[in-house]
């Protein structure tokens, strides 16, 4: 017996099938990333701060987060001793930089998310993942273009 396939969606909204699929992906990660003890965001905003302390803002706009989710993501984070904020060279700016036991996080998760992102690109194979890549940096260009935000 074949097990029943999922229904497929009559919705034409972009957005729904955007948010269903991104949800799905998110939960791929989320199970691999689980065995070092992080989700996807908080594995992104290591990711991001690895090289060198962050501006809070700049980060959340790299994240296409607000800093408001982004602060509420940073929460667990600083508690687990993983990154910490300092001050900028301007005493409001706030920064974000990972902590040592942040690094041997992240060194320890790589290789969960390497496992998740091989399963998606062997999903999609190679001239799928250059075709959607492709098609999300246009559309992400030309909605911050819309929205009149910087690059």
């Not at 791929?28 to 996807?40: I, K, M, N, T």
């Not at 984070?77 to 910490?84: C, I, N, Q, R, W």
């Amino acid at each position: 017996m074949t097990p029943p396939t999922a229904p497929v969606t009559s919705s034409l909204c972009t957005c729904f099938r955007l948010r269903r699929a991104s949800r799905r992906v998110t939960q791929v990660y989320d199970h691999e990333l689980a065995a070092a003890g992080l989700s996807l965001n908080q594995y992104s905003i290591l990711r991001r701060t690895e090289r060198e302390p962050r501006v809070l803002g700049g980060l959340a706009d790299e994240l296409g987060m607000d800093r408001t989710t982004l602060t509420r993501n940073l929460s667990p984070l600083v508690d687990a001793g993983l990154v910490e904020t300092v001050r900028g060279r301007d005493a409001r700016q706030r920064m974000v930089g990972l902590t040592q036991a942040g690094r041997d996080r992240l060194a320890s998760a790589k290789p969960y998310w390497r496992r998740a992102q091989d399963l998606i690109d062997t999903m999609l194979g190679e001239t799928g993942i250059q075709t959607l890549h492709g098609d999300l940096d246009r559309l992400d260009e030309r909605l911050r273009q819309h929205l009149g935000e910087a690059p």
